[in-house]
C-alpha cells in the first residue's frame, strides 16, 4: 500500500503544479488551446485523489471520513466541468476562484490522506491489523 501512496502522492503533486500553471495562463487569457489538456491532467489528478482515498480506507481511516473525501474527490471535476457556465458575467472569478480553491483543496486533502497511511501501517500478512497495535502483544525480547 505503501507504494500505492507514494506514486499517488507525486502524481498529485506534480499534476496539482501544472493544472495551478496552466489555471494561471488561462486566467491570463493565454494558452486557452490547452483546456482540454489542462481537463485530462485534471481527471489524473483526481484519479491519484482516489488512489490515496483507497489507501487510507485500507489504513482504517473512518468511513465517514472515506465518504466525505471520496465525494470531495467527484466534486473537483464536476465542478471542474461546469464552472464556465456558472454565474456568467463580471463576477464570474468568484466561481473561477472557487474552481482553484476546490483544486488546492484536493491537493491537501491528499496530503493528509497519504499521512494517514504513513501513520497507520498494516502488518504484512495480517490485513487489518495495525503495526502499532501489535506491539503491546508481542514479547519485547524477540531477538534473544
Ligand atoms: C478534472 C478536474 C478539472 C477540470 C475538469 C477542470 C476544468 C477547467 C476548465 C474547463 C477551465 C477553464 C475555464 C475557463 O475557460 O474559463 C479551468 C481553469 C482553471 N483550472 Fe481547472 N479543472 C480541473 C482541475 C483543476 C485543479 C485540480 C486545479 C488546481 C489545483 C485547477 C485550477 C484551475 C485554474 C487556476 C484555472 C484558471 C481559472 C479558472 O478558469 O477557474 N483545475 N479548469
Redesign the pocket.
Known amino acids: 500500500m505503501r507504494i500505492v501512496t507514494t506514486i499517488a502522492q507525486w502524481v498529485v503533486r506534480l ?3 501544472t ?2 500553471a ?6 491570463a487569457g493565454r494558452a ?1 488551446g490547452l ?1 482540454p489538456l ?2 485530462a ?3 489524473a ?2 484519479l491519484a485523489l482516489l488512489a490515496l482515498v483507497g489507501a487510507a480506507a485500507a489504513a482504517g481511516l473512518r468511513p465517514a471520513f472515506v465518504a466525505l473525501a471520496a465525494g470531495y474527490g467527484l466534486v ?2 464536476v ?3 461546469v ?2 457556465r456558472l454565474w456568467p458575467g463580471p463576477d ?1 472569478w468568484i ?6 480553491g ?3 483543496g ?2 491537501i486533502l491528499a496530503l493528509r490522506l497519504a499521512s494517514h497511511v504513513r501513520e497507520h501501517p498494516r502488518t504484512p500478512g495480517r490485513p487489518g491489523v495495525a503495526a502499532a497495535s501489535r506491539a503491546p502483544l508481542s514479547s519485547g525480547n524477540e531477538y534473544s
Open positions: 499534476t496539482g503544479m493544472l495551478v496552466l489555471g494561471l495562463l488561462f486566467w486557452l483546456v489542462h481537463m491532467i485534471g481527471a489528478f483526481v473537483i471535476p465542478f471542474g466541468m464552472q464556465t464570474h466561481v473561477q476562484l472557487l474552481h482553484l476546490i483544486g488546492i484536493g491537493m
